[in-house]
């Protein structure tokens, strides 16, 4: 409780950058900190990070768990190469996936889920849903987009609620649907479809308009090769009238909300709002000076990929899979050592 700027700490009160004050002392401290103000934040955001260098960081974010590899899982056995999760158990290259048994390649969301192979967003008490997307509380659901409710049996199919023996929406029998399933399978084996998911042409959206380029960013070249496509930005016209942003956010004029402000870090226009303005003199928070995709993207660089390396623990040497990348400066402790370390 009540501490600032520290690292690998528990049980503590009244620390301020890993140095045991007292409460008036910490009060004080805090108070010359000014926070207010933009450019001491960036002051202290860069002491900070400076300064956690110096600490020893655990190989990866994770509680509970047995025969795991990735990072941020929790309460999970034989979970590997996954991200954000929890409860998993015999789960593969699964993403933001809580509550799931023996899912392979999913992304989101789980609560529960178990067999779903190549799956966007599937959850919900899902059962053996292949290639799908948006598919809540169904089963044995194949290529098929938005179909929930207990939709059951179901091939190719879009938006369906309480669903069986369905292919591109027509309603068969079980027999007829089984038969007509198997030769579909069939025939996109020969054609190499059968096993993938659906196809980047298919996509609503240019690739860098998704999260995809977040986590794996590419250039359009190389979007343009894989099939998918890429949204250019639109040419920004000469801007105008733009106004300096105030360091600290009790300066900020009524009128700051109507006016066009310009990112201090990709150099384009942004305006922010009423209830906004609101909220950072109401919390004593700098005005931001970087539009909001500029805010995001920073945010998520502080977070470590959805990738893992092998290197060494820097204590004991053991070989570790983390998410730090060897070349990175930060210690990284085995769960062993660092367990020592802070405990």
């Known amino acids: 409780r009540n501490c600032f700027g520290s690292v690998n700490l528990s049980g ?32 202290v955001k860069n002491f900070f990070h400076a300064h956690r260098l110096k600490f020893p960081h655990r190989f990866m974010i994770g509680e509970m768990n047995e025969n795991v590899t990735g990072n941020g899982i929790l309460h999970s056995r034989r979970a590997y190469n996954c991200f954000d999760v929890s409860d998993l158990e015999d789960c593969r290259n699964c993403g933001w996936l809580h509550q799931a048994k023996s899912c392979h390649d999913c992304y989101a969301w789980g609560f529960t889920a178990e067999e779903c192979y190549a799956c966007l967003e599937v959850g919900a008490g899902s059962y053996h849903v292949l290639f799908s997307l948006m598919t809540y509380n169904g089963a044995n659901v194949f290529y098929s987009w938005n179909c929930r409710l207990g939709c059951k049996d179901v091939f190719g199919c879009v938006s369906l609620k309480h669903n069986q023996y369905c292919v591109l929406n027509k309603q068969y029998t079980k027999e007829e649907y089984e038969r007509l399933v198997s030769k579909i399978i069939d025939h996109m084996r020969k054609t190499g479809e059968w096993g993938e998911f659906f196809p980047f042409s298919v996509c609503p959206l240019a690739y860098n308009q998704t999260i995809a380029q977040d986590y794996f960013p590419l250039n359009k070249e190389q979007v343009l090769s894989l099939g998918a496509r890429w949204q250019d930005e639109e040419p920004m016209s000469p801007l105008s009238d733009v106004t300096d942003i105030p360091d600290d956010s009790a300066d900020a004029p009524e009128d700051l909300c109507g006016k066009t402000l310009r990112c201090a870090s990709t150099g384009k226009p942004f305006k922010i709002i009423a209830q906004e303005l609101h909220f950072y003199r109401e919390r004593s928070i700098p005005v931001p000076d970087w539009c909001f995709q500029a805010r995001h993207t920073a945010r998520f660089l502080q977070r470590n990929p959805r990738k893992l390396w092998n290197r060494e623990c820097t204590k004991c040497k053991k070989t570790i899979e983390t998410s730090y990348a060897p070349e990175r400066p930060e210690i990284v402790y085995c769960e062993e050592c660092y367990l020592k370390e802070v405990y």
Request: net charge positive; charged share 40%.
């Open 12 to 43: 503590k009160q009244y620390i301020f950058f890993n140095e045991q004050l007292t409460k008036e002392e910490y009060a004080k401290r805090l108070q010359e900190v000014e926070l207010h103000r933009r450019s001491r934040v960036a002051e």
